[in-house]
């Protein structure tokens, strides 16, 4: 079976799953909305907001990457959880090819969840306190938001098929993505390790102005993430072709 004929597969299982195609639209949606309420709300008169104009602007998007990460868990995991896996490799027996699709899936989708999701949060933002993509580190943010989308995607999608259990990697990856790198960070002695993670490095991208706390640069912060992705990713086809379906 050719490259095409296993990225189509997906694409129609991606489609007709309710859950697959909800779970991002749900990220764009908690985005969007959670920005566009928070700065309506407290956008002028929360100093904090204001310390980095990416804080206010990526708001809602500290809830929209939990669906993000639910996203990337449901394209493998929900065939290990319903057994349809042992289907799907036999209609693509070469294992390398069958995940090679849902990575490809997965990362476009990703790409248009981090596309709409950082539109939509730019356009609250200049619809309720107003925004100035003029200021320095603006486009290199825009940049990094929607890269942080399919890059997550990618993480969380190598570590279920590694994982290759639906429930372990939402109970480990779900909590770990939504306070769990959030409360590392606020650990003295563990803190400069915790930078270190995919989500935080990735978000730290995204931020305008330098945090000396911080010990690399952005774009050091979008590479670590890049590694984390790619790691994960190579992980998760040595488990496939190690394993058993």
């Known amino acids: 079976m050719s490259a095409a004929f296993a990225l189509r597969a997906e694409w129609v299982k991606f489609t007709t799953l309710r859950s697959q195609w ?29 310390d980095d104009p990416a804080g206010g ?15 990337g868990i449901l394209l493998i995991g929900q065939e ?15 294992r390398g090819r069958f995940y090679a699709g849902k990575l490809l899936l997965g990362t476009g989708v990703g790409l248009v969840v981090g596309l709409l999701s950082v539109a939509g949060a730019h356009l609250a933002t200049s619809a309720t306190v107003g925004l100035d993509l003029g200021q320095p580190g ?29 429930t372990a990697a939402t109970g480990l990856l779900t909590p770990a993505v939504f306070l769990g790198t959030t409360f590392l960070t606020a650990v003295p002695g563990v803190r400069e ?17 330098a945090d000396p706390a911080v010990p690399y640069g952005h774009w050091t912060g979008l590479l670590v993430m890049a ?19």
């Not at 290990?80 to 070469?94: D, E, I, M, N």
């Not at 993670?197 to 991208?205: E, F, I, N, S, T």
């Open 22 to 50: 909800i779970t991002p639209l749900l990220a764009v949606l908690l985005t969007t909305g959670i920005t566009a309420a928070v700065q309506a709300a407290y956008g002028r008169v929360d100093t904090s907001l204001e």
């Open 57 to 71: 602007i990526y708001y809602g998007l500290l809830f929209g990457h939990v669906a993000v990460v639910c996203s």
């Open 80 to 94: 290990y959880a319903s057994g349809t896996v042992r289907a799907s490799l036999a209609a693509v027996p070469r």
């Open 138 to 166: 603006a486009v290199r943010s825009i940049v990094a938001g929607v890269l942080y989308h399919p890059l997550l995607l990618v993480i969380c999608l190598g570590a279920t098929a590694m994982l290759r259990n639906l």
């Open 193 to 209: 390790a915790a930078y270190f993670l995919p989500d935080r490095a990735g978000l730290y991208a995204m931020n305008y102005r």
């Open 227 to 245: 590694l984390w992705a790619a790691a994960a990713a190579w992980g998760g086809l040595v488990s496939l072709r190690r394993h058993d379906a």
